[in-house]
């Protein structure tokens, strides 16, 4: 019975999709027999991941003295479920993902992500096309919108907030699994309109969300796309650590994550990964506010979140008890 169960919960933490075994990790973490895990979530795809996973690891393993693996993640399930099954030490992670790691696997958040240096927060977004029919949130109602990614604040979350504090019922509901993805569907004129994040303007006073990342692809992509609502600030996903984690490895890797971002290349890469440019002192209690949305629409983090999760607690905990 033991060996059926294990076999089980191998299968609802999806371990094959992590390319992270369900093997008991052995000896101290940060050897090479049993290096630190870091989990990168999904963004911008493997192209980038590869660019700049290497320069992050080569960099906290000189400052820190451990052996550092990094894993690319193929959604924020698998990195919830993860650190949830102690084969995540620590992650880059967004906003309700991390709300699902702390409410489940009573994960840490030592550090935030900023950007612009100072801004710990960002706001959710809906944009439409310059010149159709839809010029405010209330001409969504009986409107198909296409929703970035059910795991994402920005992107869905907040953005349903603000429809449901309007009191405006879209007739479609669409998942882009991907910002830009969104955004692209948007501009093909596949959607009435598309919820993505929404960054604060840069010095010159540029608009700064996913529209950007289209830019190489469609030039015209700020002039034909315009933004019609914006949501409530959201906190920015944060650094994630796993409470398994000993005390004084994981203050070595916040010490030298806080370095890295200093440090020319670091800026680089981290704003190539996740548009940040650094981090900040965090606490797990940062994340409460956005409970309190989930909470406000009547829904648990699972039920904003479908599967994953809910899967493992209704199938596999009985079967531990």
Known sequence: MYKKIIALLCMAVLVAASGVSCKKRSGPIGTKDNPVRFYFM???????????????????????????ETVNSPDFITIIKAFGNQQADMAFINTLGYLMARDWAKTDAPLVSIYGDVYKTYRGEILARVGGDINSAM????????????????????????????????????????HKEAVEMLYKGEVD??????????????ERDARAELLSAYPDVFAKLKIVAVT?????????????????????????LTEFAQTIEGRKALGDLYNIT?????????????????????????EVVPGGVTFYKKQISPLLE
């Not at 999904?42 to 550092?68: C, I, S, Y």
């Open 42 to 68: 999904p963004l911008k795809g493997q192209e980038v991941f590869d660019r700049n996973a290497p320069v992050l690891k080569k960099f906290l393993e000189e400052k820190t003295g451990l052996t550092v």
């Open 139 to 178: 001409d969504l109602n009986g409107k198909t919108v296409v929703f970035a990614d059910p795991f994402s604040a920005s992107g869905y979350l907040y953005v349903m907030k603000y429809l449901d504090d309007y009191g405006v019922k879209p007739q479609k509901i669409i998942f882009a699994h991907g």
């Open 193 to 206: 309109a598309a919820a993505t994040y929404h960054s604060r303007p840069d010095a010159q006073g540029g």
């Open 232 to 256: 409530d600030e959201i906190p920015n996903g944060p650094v994630a650590a796993s409470n398994k984690l000993p005390a004084d490895v994981k203050e070595k890797l916040i010490k030298a």
């Open 278 to 302: 650094g981090f900040a002192p965090a606490s797990p209690s940062d994340y409460d506010g956005l409970q309190a949305v989930i909470k406000k629409l009547g829904k648990n983090v699972e």
